[in-house]
């Protein structure tokens, strides 16, 4: 059984850089099969999609977001992570990482998601 | 992009059933057999209820259903149960590995 588990800080001062770790069990980040994906979900609002990463690097951003997020992948660590730049109180968000089947076409093992609040 | 438009909230009865609607574009929702649908229980992940449209994951009840026409995908969960109350979203592959959520839509059973 695949499982997900997000680490990083709670709390973000603004114009600073956020920094999560996704952690993964159960299988193999370094995979053709699988991209390691980024959601985020604001307080009392819906879900949004940041991105994904493939096992050989390659990354892929939501073009509506401004190109502040980094997706980065360790496969020695068997880890993939989240930088985002600059943040706001706008980036408060629960984080959440997500595998994301290319065959399914979905998500379908979530991380617990972790609460990232950006203030002073 | 435009998040998908679902209702804030539907509702229903134990046994009943409820339909959540998904609307979108003919660049995400009607251009692709790519719709999903996820689960959301409050503090919690959300959990993959239908890929594909209208394909459900192993251990997801057969009360849950999805289909598609146009642009609008929708979710049927028949036979409500009480432990079927929660948020749901949609979701749809938008082209050039990009992806939206819906803007969710909270079940309350009665």
């Known amino acids: 059984q695949v499982q997900l588990q997000e680490s990083g800080p709670g709390l973000v001062k603004p114009s600073e850089t956020l920094s999560l770790t996704c952690t993964v069990s159960?299988?193999?980040?370094?995979?053709?099969?699988?991209?390691w994906s980024w959601i985020r979900q604001s307080p009392g609002k819906g879900l949004q999609w940041i991105g994904y990463?493939?096992?050989?690097?390659?990354?892929y951003y939501n073009p509506s977001l401004k190109s502040r997020f980094t997706i980065l992948v360790d496969t020695a660590k068997n880890q993939f992570s989240l930088k985002v730049n600059s943040v706001t109180a706008a980036d408060t968000a629960v984080y959440y990482c997500?595998?994301?089947?290319?065959?399914?076409?979905?998500?379908?093992?979530w991380g617990q998601g972790i609460l990232v609040t950006v203030s002073s | 992009q435009s998040a998908l438009t679902q209702p804030p909230s539907a509702s229903g009865s134990p046994g009943q059933s409820v339909t959540i609607s998904c609307t979108g574009t003919?660049?995400?929702?009607?251009?692709?057999?790519?719709v999903s649908w996820y689960q959301q229980h409050p503090g919690k992940a959300p959990k993959l209820m239908i890929y594909?449209?209208?394909t459900r994951p192993s251990g997801v009840p057969d009360r849950f259903s999805g289909s598609k026409s146009g642009n609008t995908a929708s979710l049927t969960v028949s036979g409500l149960q009480a432990e079927d109350e929660a948020d749901y979203y949609c979701?749809?592959?938008?082209?050039?590995?990009?992806?939206?959520f819906g803007t969710g839509t909270k079940v309350t059973v009665l």
């Open positions: 990463i493939y096992y050989s690097g390659s990354t």
């Open positions: 003919s660049s995400d929702v009607g251009g692709y057999n790519y």
């Open positions: 979701s749809s592959f938008a082209g050039s590995n990009n992806f939206v």
């Open positions: 997500a595998r994301e089947s290319p065959t399914a076409v979905s998500f379908d093992y």
């Open positions: 594909e449209v209208s």
């Open positions: 159960g299988g193999s980040v370094n995979t053709g099969s699988y991209f």
